[in-house]
């Protein structure tokens, strides 16, 4: 014959009530703040390098790059101008060149660059065409594609004509 006598069902439910050790729900607690450093550790870096595009603003400034009566009716030139920018920590000065086209008192700039590869593209006045030296893309005085591989006509940057300057906006 055995000893043991039957457990009633209100003394089973009477310990499944009562609420757990305070060291369980302490260690859970524990491993979920763990959890959040680890993730905002591993998450955090990788956010900032995703959205740090959209942290830079790029500015644009008003270069003047020649006087209007520099470039005649109808030419077109090359114009180089110098910009003071920043390259990490050193303000350095950089160099950069456009093709300007004065259609009477309109003035185009064109950035030298073949959009195809980014190639520096020349002006060939006889033809009145760009030409890239690389891949044959020929582009036409108002910079739209003639032949070749580029996939898109010549960039084109802001220009205000004032008081007899030609002012372009390059992106610094």
């Keep these: ?13 009477s310990i499944n009530d009562q609420p757990g050790p305070p060291r369980r729900k302490l260690l859970g607690w524990l491993v979920a703040g763990i959890n959040l450093i680890v ?16 942290g830079r603003k790029t500015k644009g400034m008003w270069v003047p790059v020649l006087g209007l009566s520099e470039i005649q009716d109808g030419q077109t030139r090359e114009a180089s101008f110098t910009m003071q920018i920043k390259d990490g920590y ?3 000065d950089r160099k950069y060149t456009v093709f300007l086209h004065r259609s009477g008192e309109e003035v185009i700039a064109f ?4 959009t195809h590869l980014g190639c520096r593209i020349n002006w060939v006045g006889e033809k009145d065409r760009y ?12 910079g739209s594609v003639v032949s070749g ?13 004032e008081n007899g300057q030609i002012f372009v906006q390059k992106n610094v």
């Design 39 to 54: 993730g905002g550790v591993v998450l955090g870096p990788v956010l900032g390098f995703l959205g740090s595009p959209l």
């Design 149 to 161: 591989p580029p996939p898109k006509p010549l960039e084109q940057h802001p220009v205000k004509v």
């Design 90 to 92: 050193a303000l350095v």
């Design 131 to 142: 030409f890239c030296p690389c891949h044959g893309g020929v582009f036409g005085k108002d």
């Design 111 to 114: 950035d030298p660059a073949c």
């Design 1 to 13: 014959m055995s000893n043991e006598q039957p457990v009633s069902n209100s003394l089973i439910d």
